[in-house]
């Protein structure tokens, strides 16, 4: 039933393809919207095939290949209902099915107001969509069955048994897929020969918004389970596998800015087209990387031998955009102009490339490692050192441009106005440095991001304070005062929103990346230790034996200072069927800082061996998450359009006139 | 501005105030570095760079496998002997291999990897200010906005005339159409 409702997926998809693309070029508005309805169909086929998987683990059906392979007897009932996408072909089962759902909401909302635009964007869609289906009816079948049933499956890599295997891969995988979709409403309205005409631009940023906040969420989730539980107190280590689901966020969140440049002033039309084949490129190079690409990685999950595929796909599709893009170029034609250099529209261009820069530089050192093989026959690792060094001091250019360029004015910025406009963010961004370095607070670099970020909020507050001021001297309640001030006009606010969140991560990476401290000791029960103004006292350990693992549950009780924290539990676990140790830190975590315990070792006679860290700010960072959420939903929130022009012209002339 | 002013609106007050506040919080946060030896420094800055050759891409400082704590041992033992970073970097190298540090050497072809980036970036400087100058100049002196707010008071009036009377020749019609229909 699965199997043969994948095959008419696949042939759907295929001629949903076709008949888009001929129907748009040949104008056959019939053929399209047969095409059309073809789209709407497959989330229905595609979810028959994901059911009968998700059946399939839930009832430990071990004579399907790919549960035999991904799951056990000893594997928790909740985890398989989520073991789908534990591997590479169901993942790419669950790609596909999401495609197709996203698609269908894309394109209804499209047709209607596009007609145009939206039969060439779900040709564009169908085609990916098609791309997976054929890979996983050809190559990759998850429900392909073995000649003789095991006893018992494989079971997952332990490291996935984590809450986090509930959230993090579907957003991830949900973000990398939807980059489909504002890149085939672009190039459906440059095929469409209506890249010149704004009208994608509404319909592209939305979705380049809701891409943008869902790579977003999935990096940040990431980021959160492994600082929970790789153990190391770190969250982001610039492993290949992360590189590539950065990439593709880093090029749409130049789109999603661009985009707003377009959307005002009309122009970046052609930028913002180079933008979007940058990302989807990015995000199908993600999927190479992911998916037995050449370079070793901590996620190796759903490694195979298809990584290839993915790689001839973007070939083809970026070719097939950049072809598109030289046979439409001339409908891209801007005719506005810039009155002055610095503004606006420069600043955010400036961000642009900054930002295509951080994606680029992280693209080279991810893949450095496979030209010095092959030119030097040595291999070389490139690794975090490397991208600190040199992507750190452009994403600190990058959190200033973003204090700077929101208080500039569009077309021309005077020397007065930019005076006005940054001389309190200013000022707030050089004491802050003064007053650091006055209590005793070292490292010039973190000491200047701190100014930067101080420069960031003060912009925004300032912002905030004047508009809500304003409002309260024409007889509003300063609440609500600010709350209308933010419904008034919610792109320009929800981005405010996000700013903060930004600085928010921004303030929790700094601090813990230059103010972290850690200290590895040996502890018998009984002994103890201090690290800054935290105590602790090793109490005992506890070993306990599980089906398919042996846990020990080390106790330690916690002094802040004279005061009593309680009892921090952390533990590892060790998997004997994968020779694999998962240890899970204790964290104590506050707005201030994070006091981390992971245990390294327990030795037999009794000595363990913990790294304790101090982390400071990181709480602010996953308290970022939603407020960054709220901002995007905030800058998204439907507004009544503005009043017919006719009615603007007239009180205009009235005006003029009076 | 004048300081008297500043001092004299009691918001200003309060906000800086509130900023140096927060500042303050952010250095209480930021203060435990002043409890950890040198040693223990330079051996933290050394484990980073090292990789863990048994876990691809992870530094012998974050993983936890025995391998790394057995090499975060070594590192110890060795800088308490006075060995230089640069001695046990090449001890681990000669074991498992350049690829055991994760920082590419600048030397030969692997000097590469760190020129590409800068040069890119000043290629990509240069390039921005070009498209900036060639997007500031106007294509035609009427497009420009400032030529159009240089019209003279009875042009201006003259203008709006003609828009109003053209929307109100849109208007009539259709409000005839609409009578008809």
């Known amino acids: 039933m699965g199997q043969i409702s994948l095959v008419i997926a696949l042939l759907v998809a295929g001629y949903a393809t076709l008949a888009s693309f001929l129907g748009a070029g040949l104008r056959m508005p019939e053929l399209a919207l047969s095409g059309r309805y073809g789209l709407y169909a497959l989330p229905l086929l595609l979810i028959i095939p994901s059911m009968s998987l998700v059946d399939a683990f839930v009832s430990n059906d071990f004579s399907v290949r790919y549960v035999a392979e991904n799951s056990n007897l000893a594997m928790p009932v909740a985890y398989t209902w989520v073991a789908m996408y534990a591997g590479n072909a169901g993942s790419l089962l669950f790609l596909a099915l999401v495609l197709s759902g996203v698609s269908v909401i894309a394109i209804a909302g499209l047709s209607r107001k596009l007609p145009h635009t939206g039969a060439y964007a779900a040709g564009i869609l169908m085609l990916t969509l098609t791309f997976f289906l054929a890979i996983i009816v050809g190559l990759a079948n998850p429900l392909e069955r073995l000649p003789i049933t095991p006893a018992d499956g494989q079971g997952i890599n332990p490291l996935l048994v984590h809450f986090g295997m509930f959230i993090h891969p579907p957003v991830q995988m949900t973000g990398l897929v939807l980059v489909t979709v504002p890149f085939s409403i672009a190039m459906g309205a440059m095929m469409a020969g209506r890249g010149g005409h704004d009208e994608w631009v509404s319909q592209g940023r939305l979705w380049g918004m809701i891409t943008w906040v869902v790579l977003t969420i999935g990096l940040l989730l990431g980021a959160w389970w492994a600082y929970t539980i790789l153990g190391w107190g770190g969250y982001w280590a610039w492993d290949p596998v992360e590189n590539s689901a950065l990439m593709p966020w880093l090029a749409m969140t130049a789109f999603v800015h661009s985009i707003m440049v377009q959307k005002r002033r009309g122009m970046f039309r052609m930028w913002n087209m180079v933008l979007i084949i940058t990302a989807f490129a990015m995000a199908q190079m993600g999927m190479f990387i992911n998916r037995g690409g050449p370079v070793p990685s901590v996620h190796s999950f759903a490694e195979s031998s298809m990584g290839w595929l993915f790689l001839a796909f973007m070939g083809f599709t970026l070719l097939g955009s950049l072809i598109a893009f030289w046979w439409r170029s001339g409908t891209l034609k801007s005719r506005e102009t810039l009155d002055s250099m610095l503004c606006r529209e420069s600043i955010f261009l400036l961000q642009n490339v900054l930002f295509l820069t951080v994606a680029l530089v992280t693209l080279w050192g991810t893949i450095f490692p496979i030209f010095s093989d092959v030119a030097q026959d040595e291999t070389v690792t490139v690794g975090a050192p490397f991208f600190n060094r040199v992507n750190g001091p452009i994403i600190l250019a990058l959190v200033a441009l973003m204090g700077i360029g929101p208080l500039l004015p569009w077309r021309r910025a005077t020397r007065t106005n930019v005076v006005r406009a940054l001389k309190y963010p200013v000022a707030a961004g050089i004491v802050t440095a003064v007053v650091l370095a006055l209590l005793g607070i070292g490292q010039p670099v973190a000491l200047a991001a701190f100014s930067i970020c101080a420069l960031v909020v003060t912009g925004i507050i300032h912002e905030w304070v004047r508009g809500t001021m304003s409002r309260h001297r024409s007889g509003e309640s300063y609440p609500i005062a600010f709350g209308r001030l933010l419904a008034r006009n919610r792109p320009r606010y929800g981005g405010y929103v996000v700013h903060l969140a930004i600085i928010m991560l921004a303030v929790g990476a700094i601090g813990s990346s230059f103010y972290g401290v850690q200290r590895d000791m040996v502890l018998r029960p009984g002994d103890t230790g201090t690290l800054g103004d935290y105590s602790f006292k090793y109490l005992r350990v506890e070993e306990t034996l599980f089906a398919d693992r042996v846990e020990e549950v080390a106790e330690l009780e916690v002094y802040s200072g004279d005061s009593y924290l309680g009892l921090m539990r952390p533990f590892r676990a060790f998997y004997p069927d994968f020779r694999i140790a998962a240890t899970r830190g204790a964290i104590r975590s506050t707005p201030i800082e994070d006091f981390y315990i992971v245990p390294s070792e327990f030795n037999e006679d009794g000595r363990a061996v913990f790294r304790i860290l101090i982390n400071p700010l990181v709480w602010w960072m996953w308290a970022a998450g939603p407020l960054l959420f709220a901002g995007v939903v905030l800058g998204l929130w439907p507004q009544r359009q503005p009043a017919p022009a006719t009615l603007t012209v007239r009180a205009l002339s009235q005006a003029a006139r009076a | ?181």
């Open chain 2, 1 to 181: 501005m004048s300081w008297a002013k500043f001092i004299s609106t009691g918001w200003d007050l309060r906000w800086a105030t509130t900023g140096i506040a927060t500042v303050m919080w952010l250095a209480v946060a930021c203060t435990s570095q002043d409890d950890v030896t040198l040693l223990e420094q330079r051996a933290h800055e050394l484990n980073e760079v090292i990789m863990c050759p048994v876990c691809p891409g992870e530094s012998i400082n974050e993983s936890q496998h025995t391998l790394a704590v057995q090499m975060r041992a070594i590192v110890n033992t060795k800088l308490a002997e006075g060995a230089a970073e640069s001695d046990i970097k090449a001890f681990f190298v000669e074991r498992y291999g350049q690829s055991v540090l994760l920082e590419p050497s600048r030397r030969g072809f692997t000097l590469l990897v760190w020129v590409i980036p800068p040069f890119g970036a000043v290629v990509a400087a240069i390039g921005l200010y070009y498209v900036l100058r060639t997007m500031r100049r106007p294509r035609s002196p009427v497009a420009s906005p400032t030529a159009a707010l240089q019209l003279t008071e009875d042009e201006r009036a003259r203008y709006f005339e003609q828009i109003e009377a053209a929307i109100g020749e849109t208007n009539s019609e259709e409000q005839r159409s609409r009578a008809d229909g």
